[in-house]
């Protein structure tokens, strides 16, 4: 089924989410992660339809919702996330988070436990505080990082094209690709191309993501954490962090990158479902 597009007005921002609503009443929430936006998660959400009532945001800064020129710390957009579940009338949901989010998520967790029905983590980024000196290498990973290559400016939308073919979030190309990486390009006022997210939220989101730590004290929130075999979290280091905190922790080890639901839809929708469902059967 197609989703619905949706807006909310929150104090100092207008918020657009998309809304899978069928026989499903289970809520989830769905987040995407740096330069992405909701529509990424299509596939996932018309899997799961049948059982959930589904929601996806696209971000502050990212896809249809507003773009502010600040205000894109882990505390305001956590602050968005609990005016768009009062919104919805949620008091809980199992709640997924992607790269970035997937960072936000244990802070939100660590700070508002009874929200979560269970959290989902699918590849995050530096969940460790990093130390200041790195910010100096911010101008090179803006360079070189895939979910960023992709902002532009281009002169065309083929020039555009022709570059996210050879992004690793779009090998393969699927038909679902090609409609995530349409939906994220708009023509700006001055004729050329380039994504909707923007510059003010990918510079003041990575200070925030390097600046503050995302665990530090133990969850004991049902977690499953998927682990692409070539996403950023390979070493056992980088894991430690998530053995550490996460009482009650699921690790599954896929194949695909560090978009795994975009490059291995297949596998890495079926160890969501199998997760959920999981949980479904002991809330029964």
Same mark, same amino acid.
């Given at each position: 089924m197609q989703p619905e597009r949706r807006q909310l007005t929150l104090p100092g921002i207008h918020l657009s989410y998309l809304e899978w609503k069928g026989k499903g009443n289970e809520p989830l929430l769905l987040l995407h992660g740096l330069g992405d936006h909701a529509l990424i998660w299509t596939p996932l959400a018309e899997r799961l339809v049948d059982r959930f009532h589904i929601v996806a945001p696209d971000m502050r800064g990212h896809g249809e919702s507003d773009k502010p020129d600040s205000g894109y710390t882990f505390?305001?957009?956590?602050?968005d996330l609990e005016g768009l579940m009062d919104h919805l009338g949620w008091q809980d949901a199992h709640i997924l988070g992607h790269s970035?989010?997937?960072?936000?998520? *244990?802070?939100?967790? =660590?700070?508002?436990?009874? =929200?979560?029905?269970?959290?989902?983590?699918?590849?995050?980024i530096f969940i460790v505080k990093m130390p200041a000196i790195m910010k100096l290498s911010f101008p090179i990973l803006f360079r070189v990082l895939d979910s960023l290559k992709g902002m532009g400016p281009f002169g065309s939308y083929a020039e555009a094209e022709t570059l996210a073919k050879g992004l690793r979030q779009y090998q393969g190309w699927s038909d679902h690709q090609q409609m995530v990486f349409r939906e994220g390009l708009e023509q700006k006022p001055d004729g050329r191309w380039g994504s909707k997210f923007v510059v003010p939220a990918r510079n003041q989101i990575f200070d925030d993501v390097m600046r503050v730590a995302g665990l530090t004290e133990p969850i004991t929130v049902p977690t499953l954490f998927v682990q692409p075999e070539k996403g950023v979290n390979r070493a056992d280091f980088q894991m430690k962090p998530y053995i550490t905190y996460l009482k009650n922790l699921d690790v599954r080890t896929i194949v695909g990158n560090?978009? *795994?639901?975009? %490059?291995? *839809?297949?596998t890495f929708? =079926?160890?969501?479902?199998?997760?959920? %469902?999981?949980q479904l059967s002991q809330r029964a």
């Open positions: 505390r305001q957009v956590i602050a970035w989010t997937g960072k936000l998520a *244990p802070l939100w967790a =660590r700070e508002h436990k009874a =929200r979560f029905r269970s959290m989902l983590l699918v590849d995050p560090h978009w *795994p639901m975009l %490059v291995e *839809p297949e929708n =079926r160890t969501v479902e199998e997760f959920l %469902v999981k």
